[in-house]
């Protein structure tokens, strides 16, 4: 089976974890700051907090940013569930944006309207979180505008993005949000096995999601309440969780960082060999932003259903009996039976689920041969075509 997307570990990536493992520390050593350090230096933020995901470090920044009870967070149905998922752990409500049919990212000018009727119903969101579906940026520059103007917080889910430019600078240097946060999950760009990081430029910010990221507990006596009693005193000064990153999976993040920018080239070289071998398909390729350089963490294809006899699923299930690992990014999270109990009508996000009937995502990882694309191309145009071969 050619999977949609895999890890590409090379010798230097186990040297580097086996060297943690023969070391003083597993967990809270130098590494998980020599990692952040890295990455907060790559794309150009002052702070970079490792943790043990994305899930936790979406969790974390919706804390710092103070959503609780009584406050909405704002996403794409398109998304991970754990995009929104945050916002409920907070104990906040979570509503959604349609998406745009062009990029498949939350649509700035749906926005703009939801926000209008908001304000006059007084429940404009507190935290939006803006997702780079397959590492492709949002519009975060009108999404910045509108956040000054209606007074909410960004959080970017950049879980697709590590790598990524946008208007020529490193997506996670929080140019246009408070926060950003990457996944390393060993299906994304770079890889700790489980992992993820939030970046932020705000020394409040970063220092809140240290505290929660360990217990709430902290030995700064500037956080604290009274004196220490000794050099043992810790104090807790919050109800934090675990959500540290460990020793080793920093060390295998140093390691695969050292190679973010050819993973990433090789994405692209990929894509454009996908855009041209699928040019005469009835599909439709990914649009690219010219003002940006994607991640690439997926290429999804839409089937034109208009051209083509067969089902999406009949497409699907071909491509799988053939060795394609095909997948599909994402089913609208808004349709997931946890937030249908919420009460979300499925058509509410109409270009969503026009996206979600049409959507594959095919093999994209940077150790796909060209041999291997060439086969995923062969068994995707018999599919169409309804070849039951
Ligand atoms: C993978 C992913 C996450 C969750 O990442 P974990 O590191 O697995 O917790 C969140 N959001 C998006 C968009 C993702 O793709």
Redesign the pocket.
Known sequence: MIPYGKQDISQADIDAVLEVLQSDFLTQGPKVPEFEAMVAGHVGAKYALAAN??????HLACLALELGEGDWLWTTPI??V??ANCGLYCGAKVDFVDIDPQTYNLCPKQLAEKLEQAKQESRLPKVLVA?H?CGQPCDMEAIHKLSLQYGFSIIE?A??AIGGKYKGEFIGNCRYSDIT?F???P??IVTTA???MALTNSDKLASRMNLLRSHGITRAQSLMTREPDGPWYYQQVDLGFNYRMTELQAALGVSQMDRLNDFVARRHELARRYDQLLADLPVTTPWQHADSYSGL?LYVIRLQREKITTTRRQVFVSLREQGIGVNV?YIPVHTQPYYQAMGFKVEAFPEAMAYYREAISLPMFQGLTDNQQDQVVATLKLALAGSEN
């Open positions: 995901s994305a899930t936790s470090a979406l998304t991970f754990a995009s997702v579906l889910d879980s697709h946060v996944s390393f999950h299906v994304k489980e992992g993820g963490h990014h």
